[in-house]
């Protein structure tokens, strides 16, 4: 059974930042590409950023490459997201995902990221952004 356990979010003014925590097992991490998607409300769930384990390579969506981080600690079987420069536009609830590699093993682009892709998510979590 995967377990996506998060952690983190809350709300935080225009202009600061947050993390969010993601904790899972390191077969997890060694089965699937973790992303976070989030989405905010009327709207559809989105890609934010993808890590992939087999060889550390990273992946942030073109909207938030400038402000947001993805990464790893692979000691805690962590997986990391780091906002900055949060904007009102980020307020949404924040998931974990564990997603399917493609053909020959690899993690789609953050910008290619699609929920169908994804076999488990974590429960979600809320950031608020206020103006």
């Known amino acids: 059974q995967v377990q996506l356990m998060e952690s983190g979010g809350g709300s935080v003014q225009a202009g600061g930042s947050l993390n969010v925590s993601c904790a899972s097992s390191?077969?997890?991490?060694?089965?699937?590409?973790l992303a976070w998607f989030r989405q905010a409300t009327g709207k559809e769930r989105e890609g934010v950023a993808v890590?992939?384990?087999?060889?550390?390579?990273?992946s942030v969506a073109d909207s938030v490459k400038d402000r947001f981080t993805i990464s790893e600690d692979n000691d805690k079987n962590t997986l990391y997201l780091q906002m900055a420069g949060l904007k009102p536009e980020d307020t949404a609830m924040y998931y974990c995902?564990?997603?399917?590699?493609?053909?020959?093993?690899?993690?789609?682009?953050?910008?290619?990221?699609?929920?169908?892709?994804?076999?488990?998510w974590g429960q979600g979590i809320q950031l608020t952004v206020s103006s």
């Open positions: 390191r077969d997890t991490f060694n089965r699937y590409c």
């Open positions: 890590f992939d384990s087999d060889g550390g390579s990273k």
């Open positions: 995902a564990a997603v399917d590699r493609v053909g020959g093993g690899y993690c789609l682009g953050a910008n290619l990221l699609n929920r169908a892709d994804v076999s488990f």
